[in-house]
T-cell receptor, first 116, second 111 residues
């Protein structure tokens, strides 16, 4: 089944404790991205990657890191989480590196993060 | 700031009625997409309309695009309780690789 998976789905952590949220897709998509969703603000893109070893900042990259060592995986790293990073996080992938909106983005199920 | 803004923020209707939600955006776009999100879950793509298209249909969904007014509308006909969800428009302003989502319209369809 074609899908985007994220782990963990729920995470409670404390300020400053490094964490990684994994994202994997089995559709051989070039484009992958991370979003955060907050009430009243909609979805905002954190980082995106157009292919292996190619990543770039989205609208809200501060406090996050990503890597794209393999085509299928795009982990999101919070080196020193803070309470303002409490949010619902989505990973997404798309089969094109061109104009993204020409292609559907496929979203993962989401990771709900609480930073105390 | 948001590129796409949905209106209304919330919509409550009875099953069988039509639901219309609108999206306005600020800069020129190549395409506009509508997504649906069930509570707390990932977004699901509904329909894409290109800038040279004016109307598109998919099942009970009808999307229009007016580039002169920088607006789009999503019409769900004969709504069902299962249509209860949030609906988002997404645009890619000015050839950017950063798709921009609006804040969404929350639709509740009462059985």
């Amino acid at each position: 089944e074609a899908q985007v998976t994220q782990n963990p789905r729920y995470l409670i952590t404390v300020t400053g404790k490094k964490l990684t949220v994994t994202c994997s897709q089995n559709m051989n998509h070039e484009y992958m991205s991370w979003y955060r969703q907050d009430p009243g603000l909609g979805l905002r893109q954190i980082y995106y990657s157009m292919n292996v070893e190619v990543t770039d900042k989205g609208d809200v990259p501060e406090g996050y890191k990503v890597s794209r060592k393999e085509k299928r995986n795009f982990p999101l790293i919070l080196e020193s989480p803070s309470p303002n990073q409490t949010s619902l996080y989505f990973c997404a992938s798309s089969p094109t590196t061109g104009a993204v909106s020409k292609e559907t983005q496929y979203f993962g199920p989401g990771t709900r993060l609480l930073v105390l | 700031s948001q590129q796409g803004e949905e209106d209304p923020q919330a919509l409550s209707i009875q099953e069988g009625e039509n639901a219309t939600m609108n999206c306005s955006y600020k800069t020129s776009i190549n395409n506009l997409q509508w997504y649906r999100q069930n509570s707390g879950r990932g977004l699901v793509h509904l329909i894409l309309i290109r800038s040279n298209e004016r109307e598109k249909h998919s099942g009970r969904l009808r999307v229009t695009l007016d580039t002169s007014k920088k607006s789009s509308s999503l019409l769900i006909t004969a709504s069902r309780a299962a249509d209860t969800a949030s609906y988002f428009c997404a645009t890619e302003p000015g050839g950017s690789y950063i798709p921009t989502f609006g804040r969404g319209t929350s639709l509740i369809v009462h059985p």
